[in-house]
């Protein structure tokens, strides 16, 4: 184990260090099951108990949290994300963690005379990599992945066992794609003549710009005429299937299994919940958020959180909605019994 001062951390990660600065910590563990020399964080104001709670050696918090937690005796950091600030931390312990990779062309890798390789990365045993393919300084292609021909990595980018990277597909610095994706496979692209499907060749590329995670067994189609685009910072979770076409905003995260079909478009800082479907040819408003398991079918152009199966509406109605729904039952016994009162008082008033 590899302990790091907080003082180190504060120093590299911003905040306010309340406590030693010499405090060593090995690393992270949930506030309930943080020891010493654990470091733990805070984020969530319904944990408040646990935090007070907790035996780990230094606690991340906010502020506002600070004046709440007075149980606790050991250092604390405060944030304004206690959240971001564990996530850069815990790159951090990662990295320190982590076995460098070593530059070179393993001997069972398949490397084509004309790719160009650069000297710091890294290729691994059973890699293919075609004819004119670029990998830039400090790429790391792991065990098994294929690299097409013409395609393009930048700088820094890692490709985890087992990715197919086809052929004239470009990704930026910097990014990380998981097992089993594949990116730049065939769009689903049929022309119907007189019940027979015709095939429509699929001639377009993928491309990827910078610090874009992709994650297993995900998908993104080749375009068929223009290019499939993700744009910088996007984050895709595992098993994904984006149609040949789309264009994915900026900062965009989509969670698992999320399924969207063909030429759909997304704004910047979309969020998508897992297992949102999401239908072809539309567009979605910058800073959109679409719930989990939500079924998109027309253009979202005011941007909000949003929720349903059909019809898609703003969150707020859906859960006034939910709520008239849930209480279908109740009001139609109440509408029968107020129909069975006003047919007994019509019929005095008759006689």
């Not at 992270?28 to 408040?48: K, V």
């Not at 709520?323 to 139609?332: A, D, F, H, S, W």
Request: glycine residues 12%; proline residues 3%; contains cysteine.
């Amino acid at each position: 184990m590899m302990d790091i001062s907080l003082g180190e951390l504060v120093a590299r990660f911003g905040g306010q260090l309340k406590g030693d600065p010499e405090v060593a910590v090995s690393g992270f563990a949930p506030l309930d099951l943080a020891d010493a020399g654990h470091i733990t964080f805070l984020s969530n104001p319904r944990l408040r108990k646990k935090a007070d709670e907790t035996r780990a050696s230094a606690l991340i918090l906010s502020a506002a949290d600070d004046g709440r937690i007075t149980v606790f005796a050991g250092a604390r950091i405060l944030a304004d994300n206690p959240y971001a600030w564990f996530a850069y931390a815990a790159q951090y312990f990662q990295s320190k963690k982590a076995l460098p990779p070593v530059p070179g062309i393993h001997h069972h890798a398949s490397v084509s005379l004309t790719a160009k390789i650069a000297a710091s990365a890294t290729i691994g045993p059973f890699v293919t990599i075609e004819d004119e393919a670029s990998i830039g300084e400090n790429c790391v292609i792991e065990a098994g992945s294929f690299v097409g021909r013409g395609a393009k990595v930048g700088a820094g980018t890692r490709f985890s066992p087992r990715v197919v990277f086809h052929a004239w597909c470009e990704i930026g610095e910097r990014g990380d794609v998981r097992s089993g994706a594949v990116i730049g496979s065939e769009g689903f692209g049929f022309a119907n003549d007189k019940g027979v499907w015709v095939r429509i060749p699929q001639t377009g590329r993928v491309i990827i710009g910078n610090d874009v995670q992709v994650g297993a067994n995900t998908t993104i189609d080749r375009g068929a005429l223009t290019d499939t685009v993700i744009e910088d910072g996007v984050k895709l979770d595992n098993q994904i299937q984006l149609g040949h076409n789309c264009h994915v905003g900026a900062h965009s995260a989509m969670a698992g299994c999320v399924g969207v079909a063909g030429s759909a478009t997304f704004g910047k800082r979309v969020t998508i919940g897992g297992a949102a479907m999401i239908g072809g040819h539309l567009s979605i408003a910058d800073g959109t958020h679409v719930s989990a398991s939500s079924v998109v079918q027309s253009s979202i152009k005011e941007p909000g959180a949003y929720t349903g199966f059909y019809p898609l509406e703003k969150h707020t109605d859906w859960e006034r909605t939910a709520v008239v729904l849930r209480n279908l039952t109740t009001m139609r016994k109440r509408v029968r019994e107020l129909e069975k009162t006003v047919a007994l008082l019509s019929s005095k008033s008759e006689k």
